[in-house]
């Protein structure tokens, strides 16, 4: 890097966080709310274990297909990654905007299956790719700035959607999203960068420290130097640990954006109450990412990660029985919005400090499909015991439970001291 070329970090990290809010978070995002006022169309006859299976599918392919796109970034690069998602999530948001309703098998394949793989493509993993490229001696922190400008951006989606919702009817949601994607779209066309050499320079600006005594990196947190790949991490405990709890937080998501909106409106709230709740919700978000800003690179991303499922259990045993009660409904969407960004903000910093940087992609892309295998069926669970019963209540009080063993497992990773104290 010469002395006249500034570090082009902070330019990745702005524009990595808005594509990611603008496309790969957008889709999940607005369908909480565009889908349930779907549901509650007399037009649509679509009942709640379709209704679940659509976003059964979405968190499904979320997973499978992690293998595939940390295969793509690896060689074309996360650039070409975000270009290929911003294209197909604009493209299906106008077929949602136009055809979606009754036809379930289009639900689940537009919206459950191809959206949710161009969500992928311009979601966590190339983000995250592309900060632990740019970024190591700050790297916890680079990517909490990242999640919280995206987490601020959604703070506004659902009080947008809800109000197109409300004034054009439930399918102008998707024309949003269509829109956001467009922008998304010229960001990564114009201003992302894969890695520092592309553009002749060298992570943190050349300002990273390694330790004499081992192959670590100076710093307060465990940062390995050894890159092992996907094979060599998934042969490891702490891989499998981070599974289950990844898993975990996933769970409680996964009802949150399918059903708990439907939930609280069958104990006597409303859609309305909800889409203010959702923008609580991104502010709780965005409070458990300033505080990873300050966290991060000083207590160990694990411990962080199994303190966010545990947020996400007790909102949801809160909701099982308090739901009827407006302000439990806020507790609650607060404390999935803090522990769901817990998870965003630590999974990457964990992987990475572990497992090393040389293989992020790959590793990122072998432990969602785990994840996701298991944590796609909660929707579609929530829907049948709602058809069954007419209550969400034990799906609520289930998840709870799972909350509560995500912050078992965290407490179980065990890893190694720092070779060498960072200085303050």
């Known amino acids: 890097m010469t002395e006249k070329q500034s570090f082009s970090g902070p330019r990745m990290l702005v524009s990595s966080g808005l594509i990611y809010a603008f496309v790969g978070a957008l889709g999940l995002t607005v369908a909480q709310l565009t889908n349930s006022y779907m549901a509650l169309d007399p037009e649509v006859t679509m009942n709640r274990t379709y209704l679940g299976l659509g976003f059964s599918a979405f968190i499904l392919v979320q997973g499978i297909s992690a293998p595939l796109i940390g295969l793509t970034i690896a060689k074309f690069g996360a650039r070409f990654s975000y270009i290929l998602g911003a294209v197909i999530v604009a493209v299906l948001a106008c077929l949602n905007a136009l055809f979606l309703g009754d036809n379930v098998a289009f639900y689940v394949v537009g919206f459950g299956v191809i959206m949710s793989y161009g969500c992928m493509c311009a979601g966590a993993i190339p983000t995250m790719t592309t900060l632990n490229h740019w970024y190591i001696k700050d790297r916890g922190r680079a990517i909490s700035i990242s999640l919280i400008m995206g987490a601020g951006i959604a703070v506004l989606y659902p009080i947008i959607t809800n109000a197109l919702c409300l004034q054009f009817g439930w399918r102008a949601g ?40 081992s192959k670590t990196y100076v710093s307060k947190v465990y940062k390995t130097m050894e890159d092992k790949t996907a094979l060599e991490a998934m042969k490891t405990p702490a891989f499998w640990f981070i599974a289950i709890m990844a898993f975990c937080c996933f769970a409680g998501l996964n009802l949150n954006v399918s059903q708990a909106g439907l939930y609280f409106v069958s104990v006597g709230l409303t859609l309305e109450d ?127 439970v799972i909350g509560f063993v995500g912050f078992g497992v965290s407490l179980m990773i065990r890893l190694p001291k720092p070779s060498a104290e960072a200085e303050e």
């Open 174 to 213: 998707w024309w949003f999203v269509a829109v956001c994607a467009l922008i998304g779209l010229v960001l990564a066309a114009v201003f992302v960068r894969n890695t520092p050499a592309d553009m002749g320079q060298l992570p943190d600006g050349g300002k990273v420290e390694v330790s004499a005594e």
């Open 274 to 400: 909800v889409s203010w709740a959702l923008s609580i919700k991104a502010l709780g978000g965005i409070a458990a990412l300033v505080a990873g800003i300050m966290i991060l690179d000083r207590l160990e991303p694990v411990r962080w990660h199994g303190l966010g499922a545990l947020a996400m259990g007790i909102g949801a045993l809160l909701a099982a029985f308090f739901g009827s009660n407006v302000f439990v409904m806020v507790f609650y969407y607060v404390a999935i919005g803090l522990g769901f960004a817990m998870h965003n903000s630590a999974l990457p910093a964990e992987l990475a400090n572990i497992f090393g940087n040389k293989h992020y992609s790959k590793i990122h892309g072998a432990i969602l499909p785990v994840v996701a295998v298991l944590a796609s069926f909660v929707p579609t669970i929530a829907g049948a015991i709602y058809d069954t019963t007419g209550t969400y209540v034990p799906a609520f009080i289930g998840l709870a």
